[in-house]
């Protein structure tokens, strides 16, 4: 599977944006999707993830709330919409697949294919 992330680019604190991920190459619905960003300098690190089976969903406390993370399996696309944010939630975000069980789906080493990043720019 191939992934392309878009949708990022500069916000203002506060404001709200949606990334996109499509996948192209297998179906979406055999793994569990999950998007994840990093600061540079910085290891990547979690944000939210969503089950192929059932679709439930898991987010960072960091962003619990504000996010919120869904699939399209007739697009094959993933999306994270992102509220309220901050300046903190800057960083490289990144759609990935894992079939890892449930325990591991936080830790971004138990993700495989990797999308090429999209920045998102919070300015205060």
């Known amino acids: 599977v191939q992934l392309q992330a878009s949708g990022g680019g500069l916000v203002q604190a506060g404001g709200s944006t949606t990334l996109s991920c499509v996948a192209s190459?297998?179906?979406?619905?055999?793994?569990?999707m999950g998007w994840l960003r990093q600061v540079p300098g910085k290891e990547r690190e979690f944000v939210a993830v969503i089950r192929r089976s059932g679709g439930r969903t898991y987010y960072a406390d960091s962003v619990k709330g504000r996010f919120t993370i869904s699939r399209d399996t007739a697009k094959n696309m993933v999306y994270l919409q992102m509220n309220n944010l901050k300046p903190e939630d800057t960083a490289v975000y990144y759609c990935?697949?894992?079939?890892?069980?449930?325990?591991?789906?936080?830790?971004?080493?138990?993700?495989?294919?990797w999308g090429q990043g999209t920045l998102v720019t919070v300015s205060s």
């Open positions: 190459g297998r179906t979406l619905s055999l793994y569990d």
């Open positions: 990935a697949t894992t079939t890892v069980v449930l325990s591991g789906i936080f830790d971004w080493n138990n993700y495989k294919t």
